[in-house]
């Protein structure tokens, strides 16, 4: 059984650094994963998606009764509406691992990568809504492990937990929290900063998160067989 990996890219620098002039770290630590991974697992399929190439239309004032409208009364409007959204969702569910590349824009993430967000959280697909329970709001993608792996470049250094700059990193920490919200809490990080200072401190960084890379990948295979063997049962 081969294991789904769904692929976005958000930089808006469309190349790769150390490849192409003035290129993407983000882009640049997600293709390295994807060529990893592929090196030894080279059947599992990819989906890719290039939101600074395909952006998400943002949240617009007819998608909110339409995402709230129960799926069998909505109108053949309400459900074009909704069709974006519905494919990443759709991408979203049928996904064992997410890759996303997550450039720091502005203490947080970029906006086509928030439109993405808010495309894949839906009432009903993601995440439940409950009055009744203590806490109302359920997560949904809990049918069987998912792993998320966030892939940062930032300008600056110190944003990691602990650093002293996390208390304004609004990037991979907001990812992390909607995440969870819909059901995906095997979430894993690795950054290279000091992007804009370059030299021997963005080298090592870079050479520090490449590395971290190959053991992530290492271990997401290693994870791979139990969403597999549940995924499996469920289709059974
Ligand atoms: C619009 C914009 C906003 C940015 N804001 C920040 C920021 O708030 N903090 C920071 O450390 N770096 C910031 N940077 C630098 C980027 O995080 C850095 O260039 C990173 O490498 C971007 O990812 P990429 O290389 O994949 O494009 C910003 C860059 C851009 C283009």
Known sequence: MTVRLLHIDTSARPGR??????????????HAFITRWQATRPGDPVVYRDLAVTPPVPVQHAWIPS?????????????ATLAESDALVR?????????????????????????????????GLTFGFDPGRPDPYMPLLVERPRRAVLLTSRGGHGFDAGGPLAAVNHADPALRDVLAFIGITDVHTIAVEHE?????????SLAAALGAIDALVASTQAFAPAALSTREALAA
């Open 67 to 79: 995402a709230f409208t129960p799926e069998a009364q909505r109108t053949p409007a309400q459900q």
């Open 17 to 30: 650094a150390g490849e192409h002039p003035h290129g993407s770290y983000t882009r640049r630590l997600s």
């Open 196 to 204: 804009e200072e370059g030299g021997e401190v963005l080298a090592a």
């Open 91 to 123: 991408e979203l569910r049928e996904a064992d691992v997410l890759v996303l590349g997550v450039p720091m824009y502005n203490f947080g993430m970029p906006s086509t990568l928030k439109a993405w967000v808010d495309g894949i959280v839906r009432i």
